[in-house]
């Protein structure tokens, strides 16, 4: 999660922005202490009334969610800058159907930016829950790491 310049193109306001990046490499440690077990993939299928009541369970469904969406957002970065590559290419030729689909991806990279701003927004909602459950249950990055050590004995 260090290269997070990707994201400057989501359409969101800046402030919203450089809060929500500023606050990554925090999520990035605590993901890396809590670890990524075989129950991060059940904890994906479930909503977040669905999770039992242990602050450490709902910490961790949100740093899912916070990579899920940072995954999500990187992929989409990559298939806009492609999609702008083939972009160049086509507007190189002069035919109907070039400039059709110099149109459509014109369009999609739209779409997908639009898309890219709501994960985005959705990962900062997700960074909001994690700090409150941090700050609620006086959790702090040493207790997480010993909530680790105590899953990975048992």
Known sequence: MEDI???ENTGIERKQYDKVLSRLPEYHRGSVIIGNSTSQ????LQSMQMISDSPFSRLKQCLAQIDKRY????ESHF??????????????KSDKYSRLEVD?????IEEIQKKMAQSFRRMGMFQDMYDAIMKNNNIYLQKLQLFNKINFLH
């Open 71 to 74: 995954q999500a957002l990187r």
């Open 79 to 92: 298939k806009i800058e492609k999609m702008k590559l083939e972009i160049e290419d086509l507007k190189e």
């Open 104 to 108: 459509e991806k014109i369009v999609l």
């Open 5 to 7: 310049t990707l994201f």
């Open 41 to 44: 993939s059940s904890y994906s």
